[in-house]
């Protein structure tokens, strides 16, 4: 057995509730259990993996076991200060008649054998656009919340008195959004239905919430990776949540996301059922285990050169930020679309401080490092994937 077996047939183990069973009857040795401590930490899964190797009676008192119970712990911990948060974030905006929508892990974790498998680093809640201003006042008067500095297109973010954040959504149409999954995501309050006991919580019904999950996931790989944490999420959704197969499938063949869920599927089969792999999951879990659990820019680069960018451009586009972009940067934009060339040039003396300088110049010199074997494969991962 792999390493790469042994892990998937590890978090199988547990995430399936006792349907899958590891095949690996034979402790690990501790150079084996170091590689998989190693890949585990990197997609923040450990502490899954540390639940099935006790089960398995395969940690003792070395150092690397104490690694993974110390992981186990963490996100034990951790997810009690997020589900305190995101209780107290609930009750807040329902008591004071503000329409809200839990995303991503906030509804994903509720599924999960135990809320502790997983975790996350944050909370995403959307709230109306009109809303989110005295949404996020009242977080602060009320439960001492802190606004952190800077805003994006689509969220602020404020930190809670545990130090959780909160990224506080007033759009799902991000800057970078795959184009043909803005007009599924616009009118998203249209769609979006009461839950049980609740005045003002909504949720996404069945389909669109995975088809929200499945753009996510898409736009991760684009960016550098999205981690394996997003296939267990996928497993997870597929096997628990009750929606529309025909439905959804008539989503993500709107949103051109059909052959890339497809695909995630197939590689969710590989790891968590024992499937054979083809081509794409071939292509598809070798991108995805290099990337960790939030990508990096190597990956993301060789996409950028598989989608046919050239190391030219690549640096102009480093060098001149796109409209959307620059307004991340400087949000006052936004009223004056004229001063898109002031703040450009604005923009260039900060790239002048040293600091911002590296950073600019690491980007240049890792798309510039990109051979034409990764650009092929990243090429090939795309045209199988059909996403871009």
């Known amino acids: 057995m792999t390493l790469n077996n042994l892990l998937f047939s590890l978090i199988s183990s ?5 349907i899958a069973q590891t095949k690996y009857d034979k402790k690990p040795d501790e150079e084996t259990l170091k590689k998989l401590y190693k890949t585990a930490k990197a997609h923040d899964v450990a502490h899954i993996v540390c639940e099935a190797l006790e089960k398995q009676g395969f940690l003792d008192d070395g150092e690397i076991s104490g690694k993974f119970r110390k992981k186990k712990l963490v996100a034990m ?36 054998p135990e809320k502790w498998m997983r975790t996350s680093c944050d909370i995403d809640i959307l709230v109306k656009r009109e809303d989110c201003e005295r949404a996020g006042r009242l977080l602060c008067e009320k439960l001492s919340f802190k606004r952190k500095d ?30 043909k999954i803005s007009p599924f995501l616009e009118n998203v309050w249209e769609k979006a ?3 049980d006991g609740f005045k003002h919580k909504y949720e996404l019904s069945p389909e ?12 991760h790989i684009l960016r550098g990776g999205c981690g394996i944490k997003s296939f267990i999420d996928l497993y997870i959704l597929e096997k628990k949540l009750d929606f529309n197969r025909q439905k959804l499938n008539e989503l993500l063949e709107k949103s051109s996301l059909l052959t890339f869920h497809n695909g995630a599927q197939k590689l969710c089969g590989v790891w968590f059922y024992g499937e054979e792999y083809d081509e794409t999951s071939i292509g598809l879990e070798k991108y995805v285990l290099a990337g960790g659990v939030y990508g990096t820019a190597s990956n993301g680069a060789a996409i950028s050169a598989g ?38 040039i604005k923009r260039w003396f900060r790239v002048f401080n040293k600091e911002k300088r590296k950073k600019i110049t690491s980007l240049t010199g890792i798309r510039n490092a990109v051979s034409d074997k990764e650009r092929q494969n990243a090429k090939k991962l795309l045209e199988k994937l059909e996403i871009e």
């Open 14 to 18: 547990e995430i399936s509730e006792g």
């Open 77 to 112: 911990y951790r997810t009690e200060q997020i589900v305190y948060d995101y209780a107290s974030i609930c009750s807040c905006l329902e008591e004071n008649g503000v329409d809200f929508l839990p995303l991503k892990g906030s509804v994903i974790r509720d599924l999960y």
């Open 150 to 179: 800077g805003q994006t297109l689509h969220d602020f973010q404020l930190l809670s008195p545990t130090g959780v954040l909160l990224e506080l959504h007033y759009t799902l149409i991000e800057e970078d959004c795959l184009p």
């Open 193 to 195: 239905c009461l839950c």
């Open 208 to 219: 669109v919430f995975m088809l929200y999950n499945t753009a996510h996931m898409a736009k």
């Open 307 to 344: 989608k046919g960018e050239s190391r030219t451009k690549a640096f102009l586009n480093n060098m001149f930020l796109s409209y959307d972009a620059l307004c991340v940067v400087y949000p006052k934009l936004k009223e004056k679309k004229i001063l898109y060339p002031f703040y450009q």
